[in-house]
């Protein structure tokens, strides 16, 4: 099966007849750690201009939440400040493990989550609230509707900044973005922070300072509860689900060669964003303008509902197809002896990845685990950079040759991670994967040669020495492809 093809069902009965793989040499002995230690991922070297650039963000950040913390209490006092700050935590955490929910299969670092989420918390909402200040000055000195700042400046100014972090993380780090689910999780979270902040000003100000002012605390804290239902439990997937159009855009661009993709993507889905935050906050105005609450009734029902559902139906089925990508992908590393079809259907489910771990765990214990887990995300990581390959991302020869670097030192921790756990297991026969199928020896002392199971849900602990890639960059054509050689029973 060529990998550009889309996997379907039967996948696995088809990797079963997988054609034969190269010679299989012995791995180098620098790829096997010790029993019971799981290797490491190379890390990047921080050099100067990267520390530069990462102190010159985080100062940004820092110096942004500082104005927004400032701002903030000397709008609202101190006991409101920190009334709406506990307020508008709370669904904080079920809003991050929704995006953190999608993103399971190849999960993104948590510096950059953070980035995201602290971008639109702070750097976000302090823009937004200047631009929206000086607007409505602006408005109110010209003798027009303050409301207007809601409709025509809110949507441009809040949806530009809450984007731009995660524009910054594509242009910067676009090696980490898989597809559109991680376009969806870097720019959700972003809104998460940007909401998070403005829901204080509205719980601190419009709720609890307000109600104080006119009857006192026990209507500050009944005003907050109202406007906590109202605009976070009814109305709390409003920021995520408008940012989350530029999402979809930038994970266009991201695993895209086209150069007119990669600019128009994100276009299209910030005009989307800014369009769909215009007509949310049009809608109230309307309907405090003309008296007829069906107007908001109707664009909640109308628009916002199945706008919501259908972005997470899409959202969930992408998320389902980018996890499929190993079995795309893959099959050209099986070709080539560094992988068995089993191990490349056990990563094409959460389920199955489980499975794999719990058989791990049983047969190598807390280090197994561990290796399983760093196995199934660095062959995620390689079916992406295969993915990349296959798509023409890589233009320049300093970027192919720097994937071929990583395809390396992916191959080499991938076999470094099985051998903590493969050929472990006292419940499974000895044997060997000759590219084509497994060589089982019994206890009795007879072995025989065994096709690749149809449904396997764990990887076959057989031993498995990989071959080496083809020197230099790869192009997509190639399947890694050589004539086999016959196993031979004495081969261990």
């Known amino acids: 099966m060529r990998p550009d093809q889309p996997a379907a069902d039967g996948y696995a009965d088809r990797m079963a007849d997988t054609p034969p793989g190269s010679p299989l040499p012995s791995p180098p002995a620098s790829t096997a750690p010790p029993v019971g230690e799981a290797p490491r991922m190379p890390r990047r070297r921080l050099g100067w201009r990267r520390f530069l650039a990462l102190a010159g963000v ?21 006991q409101a400040l920190l009334i709406g700050v506990a307020a508008a935590i709370l669904p904080v955490p079920v809003l991050v493990a929704c995006f953190l929910w999608l993103d399971r299969y190849e999960p993104e670092p948590l510096k950059y989550l953070i980035f995201c989420f602290a971008w639109g918390a702070f750097v976000s909402t302090a823009a937004s609230l200047t631009v929206n200040d000086f607007a409505a000055n602006r408005f109110a000195d010209w003798g027009l509707p303050s409301a207007l700042t809601g409709v025509l400046v809110a949507p441009f100014i809040e949806e530009s900044t809450k984007a731009l972090g995660p524009i910054l993380l594509l242009v910067f780090r676009r090696r980490e973005w898989s597809g559109i689910t991680d376009g969806l999780v870097y720019c959700g979270l972003s809104a998460v922070g940007f909401a998070m902040v403005e829901n204080i000003l509205y719980l601190g100000g419009l709720g609890y300072a307000s109600g104080v002012d006119r009857y006192g605390p026990a209507t500050g804290i009944q005003q907050v509860i109202a406007i906590f239902i109202l605009r976070i439990l009814l109305f709390g997937f409003a920021h995520p689900l408008f940012t989350s159009m530029t999402g979809f855009g930038l994970g266009i661009a991201a695993r895209t060669a086209d150069r007119r993709v990669r600019v128009l993507a994100p276009i299209a889905g910030l005009l989307l964003a800014m369009m769909l935050h215009g007509t949310w906050n049009l809608l109230p105005t309307l309907t405090q303008a003309t008296g007829e609450a069906v107007i908001m009734l109707y664009g909640f029902l109308g628009l916002m509902v199945p706008v919501f559902f259908g972005t997470v139906g899409l959202a ?65 990581r390689l079916a992406l950079l295969r993915d990349g390959t296959l798509r023409g991302l890589d233009r320049k020869a300093a970027d192919q040759e720097r994937t071929a670097r990583e395809e390396r030192e992916l191959l080499d921790a991938i076999s470094a991670y099985r051998s903590v756990f ?54 997509p054509s190639w399947p890694g492809l050589r004539p086999s050689a016959p196993w031979h029973p004495g081969h261990h």
């Open 58 to 78: 985080v100062l940004l950040i820092a110096a942004c939440a500082v104005f927004m913390v400032f701002t903030l209490g000397q709008s609202l006092g101190a």
């Open 422 to 475: 493969v050929g472990r297991d006292p419940q499974a026969p000895a044997g060997l994967w000759d590219g084509s199928r497994y060589h089982l020896r019994f206890p009795d002392g007879t072995q025989r040669p065994v096709d690749a199971p149809d449904e396997p849900v764990v990887p076959i602990p057989v031993v498995l020495a990989p071959a080496p890639p083809p020197v230099g960059y790869a192009p």
């Open 316 to 380: 969930v089925w992408l998320r389902a197809w980018e996890g499929r990508l190993t079995e795309r992908v893959l099959p050209d590393y099986v070709r080539a002896g560094w992988l068995s079809p089993p191990e490349v259907a056990a990563l094409s489910s959460l389920g199955r990845r489980h499975a794999a771990r719990s058989w791990a765990r049983r047969v190598a214990g807390d280090a197994g685990v561990r290796a399983m887990r760093g196995y199934q995300s660095a062959a995620t």
